[in-house]
């Protein structure tokens, strides 16, 4: 078994947290909500946070790209759970442990199957060979995106293996402040994590598209720059996001030097998401998808097709492109 996608290190949030005990805003299920404290997280520190490069955090799900049958990939999020049986003793344990004592897992029979394609990610710990599970009982991991996977059909939506290429969502190259949608080769995005977006992900907070014409699209993690992010302290990511226009963000990650990762959420804040008209949907967007140029015969109205026929044509913001 191999090993795919780097789990990079990761810090959930800045500021060290605490745990209310009152209904998550975030996860129906849950019944706690993790607060942010207004003391920095150690860690962070250590990471040098200060000099890091703050990017907008995505609402949407996560992917890769790696190889797969001899040629680039796009991969979908997959963790490995605990089987009905195992999560009801984790749970149990995890309500009356004082933390002295750590679950016991058997790997090979507390976890629900997953396609034979699967693997996990790289990063993930390993004893005997055997990847073991997160603090919340997961194996994070990957399976391909395939065509004939009706599970991932919207994953399928924004990929091409036949001309090798996806559609991404980018800031353009000359103009930082215009978005532009356009085909980038699978082959520059390889070992790179993106966020899918649109539709029919997570209740569509960015407002794209419609049920009769989904739009869905990839976004490399970390290209969406925050450029007046301020300072890494509590009032002010406070103030930020609560009055600045640039704040209408689900949250930040730093991207530090040494390779970690620094989230903050909205909801450590104890402010709500989705946000009406988020910032994503603020800044104007460019088509620049031509079809034509490849030797492929592109199924019938299909996202590579039918943005081909808006090719050119600049959008006040993302939600104003309709197909209809």
């Not at 078994?1 to 789990?7: D, H, I, K, N, P």
């Not at 640039?246 to 390779?259: F, L, N, Q, R, T």
């Not at 008209?277 to 492929?296: A, G, H, I, K």
């Not at 939600?319 to 209809?324: A, L, N, S, V, Y």
């Given at each position: 078994?191999?090993?795919?996608?780097?789990?990079q290190?990761?810090?959930?949030?800045?500021?060290?947290?605490?745990?209310?005990?009152?209904?998550?805003?975030?996860?129906?299920?849950?019944?706690?909500?993790?607060?942010?404290?207004?003391?920095?997280?150690?860690?962070?520190?250590?990471?040098?946070?200060?000099?890091?490069v703050?990017?907008?955090?995505?609402?949407?799900?996560?992917?890769?790209?790696?190889?797969?049958?001899?040629?680039?990939?796009?991969?979908?999020?997959?963790?490995?759970?605990?089987?009905?049986?195992?999560?009801?003793?984790f749970?149990?344990?995890?309500?009356?442990?004082?933390?002295?004592?750590?679950?016991?897992?058997?790997?090979k029979?507390d976890?629900?199957?997953?396609?034979?394609?699967?693997?996990?990610?790289?990063?993930?710990?390993?004893?005997?060979?055997?990847p073991?599970?997160?603090?919340?009982?997961?194996?994070p991991?990957?399976?391909?995106?395939?065509?004939?996977?009706?599970?991932?059909?919207?994953?399928?939506?924004?990929?091409?293996?036949?001309?090798?290429?996806?559609?991404?969502?980018?800031?353009?190259?000359?103009?930082?402040?215009?978005?532009?949608?356009?085909?980038?080769?699978?082959?520059?995005?390889?070992e790179?994590?993106?966020?899918?977006?649109?539709?029919?992900i997570?209740?569509?907070?960015?407002?794209?598209?419609?049920?009769?014409?989904?739009?869905?699209?990839?976004?490399?993690?970390?290209?969406?720059?925050?450029?007046?992010?301020?300072?890494?302290?509590?009032?002010?990511?406070?103030?930020w996001?609560?009055?600045?226009?640039?704040?209408?963000?689900?949250?930040?990650?730093?991207?530090?030097?040494?390779?970690?990762?620094?989230?903050?959420?909205?909801?450590?804040?104890?402010?709500?998401w989705?946000?009406e008209?988020?910032?994503?949907?603020?800044?104007?967007?460019?088509?620049?998808?031509?079809?034509?140029?490849?030797?492929?015969d592109?199924?019938?109205?299909?996202?590579?097709?039918?943005?081909?026929?808006?090719?050119?044509?600049?959008?006040?913001?993302l939600?104003?492109?309709?197909?209809?």
């Open positions: 078994m191999r090993r795919l996608g780097s789990v290190q990761k810090i959930s949030c800045v500021f060290l947290t605490e745990v209310k005990n009152e209904p998550s805003t975030k996860r129906e299920y849950q019944k706690f909500r993790v607060l942010a404290t207004e003391t920095l997280n150690p860690k962070v520190l250590e990471s040098d946070i200060q000099s890091a703050p990017t907008e955090k995505l609402d949407g799900t996560c992917c890769y790209v790696s190889a797969y049958k001899g040629k680039p990939y796009l991969w979908a999020r997959l963790d490995k759970k605990p089987n009905k049986q195992t999560e009801k003793r749970k149990t344990f995890q309500h009356s442990t004082k933390g002295s004592e750590a679950f016991v897992w058997n790997v029979e976890f629900r199957s997953v396609p034979e394609s699967w693997i996990f990610a790289h990063g993930v710990t390993q004893c005997n060979g055997y073991q599970p997160d603090e919340n009982g997961h194996i991991g990957w399976v391909p995106v395939e065509n004939d996977n009706k599970q991932y059909c919207w994953h399928s939506s924004v990929v091409n293996y036949e001309i090798g290429a996806a559609l991404v969502l980018r800031p353009h190259t000359e103009h930082q402040e215009l978005l532009e949608i356009t085909t980038v080769p699978l082959h520059e995005l390889l790179q994590t993106l966020e899918l977006i649109g539709t029919n997570n209740a569509n907070p960015y407002g794209l598209g419609s049920k009769k014409q989904p739009i869905h699209l990839l976004v490399s993690h970390g290209v969406l720059e925050i450029q007046s992010a301020p300072a890494v302290n509590y009032q002010q990511l406070l103030g996001f609560q009055g600045c226009e640039e704040g209408k963000v689900e949250g930040i990650v730093w991207h530090c030097s040494d390779g970690t990762l620094i989230k903050l959420h909205r909801h450590h804040l104890g402010l709500r989705p946000v008209d988020p910032f994503l949907n603020s800044r104007p967007v460019l088509v620049n998808v031509d079809v034509t140029q490849y030797e492929c592109f199924i019938p109205k299909s996202l590579f097709t039918t943005f081909s026929e808006f090719n050119g044509r600049q959008f006040d913001h939600k104003d492109i309709c197909f209809e």
